[in-house]
């Protein structure tokens, strides 16, 4: 824990000054223009990949970046109630479904059920996932390739068919239906490499995923 202490410390004393008049501004309030939904992967960090500061990302992260159908229920909803404000409270423009390379989440939806006998919770959230798994295996993924390419090609396929089921259920929400319906609000699908940085956004009219650069933003 000390060089968690040792970081607030270099951040009050350093990072903070730089952005000093920043923090003032949005102390009262908040107005982010974007919902960014991603994976709690300790690797993956919205701000620190999109270069955006405080106040400009409102942050939703969850085992594998799943969003939950829409359903009018008295539960504890915890991605469900975070989407519900971003989108009629602090009316975002933009969501973003960021999936990412090696995740763990994915690789899970494959495992045995005895694997998961410890992380019951994780195994009955996966069930938001298994759309996509099914989708895949429905593939011919490189026949007769060596297991570790198939495994490879396996999991970058789910981990991208996850990013678009989760699209579909972001669909479901009326609000977000009716933002849709008169061009107030975007949806995009992201994929995060970590290994290169690269990141690729999904094209809706294409069907495919291209990586984003100066040509694409």
């Not at 975002?92 to 989440?105: L, M, P």
Request: include cysteine; hydrophobic fraction near 35%; glycine fraction near 6%.
């Amino acid at each position: 824990m000390s060089n968690l202490f040792e970081g607030v410390i270099n951040f009050n004393k350093n990072e903070y000054e730089k952005y000093s008049e920043l923090f003032k501004k949005i102390a009262e309030e908040q107005n982010p223009h974007t919902l960014f939904i991603g994976c709690s992967d300790s690797r993956v960090v919205p701000s620190l990949i999109t270069k955006t500061l405080p106040g400009e990302l409102f942050v939703v992260r969850n085992i594998a970046n799943l969003v939950p159908p829409y359903r009018n229920i008295n539960e504890f909803l915890a991605t469900t109630s975070a989407i519900e404000y971003a989108v009629n409270i602090l009316n975002v423009k933009n969501i973003v479904v960021c999936g990412h390379s090696n995740c763990g989440g994915c690789r899970a939806l494959y495992m045995e059920d005895e694997d998961l006998k410890n992380i019951p919770h994780t195994k009955k959230w996966l069930e938001l996932a298994e759309n996509a798994k099914l989708t895949v295996s429905g593939l011919n993924i490189a026949e007769g390739s060596d297991i570790e390419f198939v495994h490879k090609q396996r999991e970058l396929l789910t981990e991208r068919e996850n990013i678009k089921e989760q699209i579909k259920h972001l669909h479901s929400y009326p609000y977000i239906q009716s933002k849709l319906k008169y061009g107030e609000i975007n949806i995009y699908g992201w994929h995060y490499i970590i290994e290169t940085g690269e990141v690729y956004n999904y094209s809706f009219e294409k069907n495919i995923y291209e990586k984003i650069n100066d040509a694409t933003a």
